[in-house]
């Protein structure tokens, strides 16, 4: 079993950029497929991006490609989402997951984090 803590999120201006870290403990991360969701008040949690267990290749949602990157630390245990080019939109708590098959939905992944708000301010 793995344990994952999101941190770095915060208020930002639009244009701006935020780097959001995703720390697990008791396993270690190239085990995983490792997934970035978000979640706005009133709306479903929705993808954001991911990276594979294998070769750690990673894949976007279209309303964050280009301008959201994921990248692992192994070192550290850890991966990040990159965010650059806020907008408004992107205002959401923002959860990191670990799962065994990865995937595009939140049913794919078996672990969470608690979420880190993210405010991008227009």
Excluded: H
Aim: net charge positive.
């Amino acid at each position: 079993q793995v344990q994952l803590v999101e941190s770095g999120g915060g208020l930002v201006q639009a244009g701006g950029s935020l780097r959001l870290s995703c720390a697990a403990s008791g396993r270690t991360i190239s085990t995983y497929a490792m997934g970035w969701f978000r979640q706005a008040p009133g709306k479903e949690r929705e993808f954001v991006g991911a990276s594979t267990r294998s070769v750690g290749s990673t894949y976007y949602a279209d309303s964050v490609k280009g301008r959201f990157t994921i990248y692992r630390d192994n070192a550290k245990n850890t991966v990040y989402l990159q965010t650059n080019n806020l907008k408004p939109d992107d205002t959401a708590v923002y959860y990191c997951a670990a799962g065994t098959r990865g995937g595009r939905t939140p049913r794919d992944y078996d672990y969470w984090g608690q979420g880190t708000q993210v405010t991008v301010s227009s």
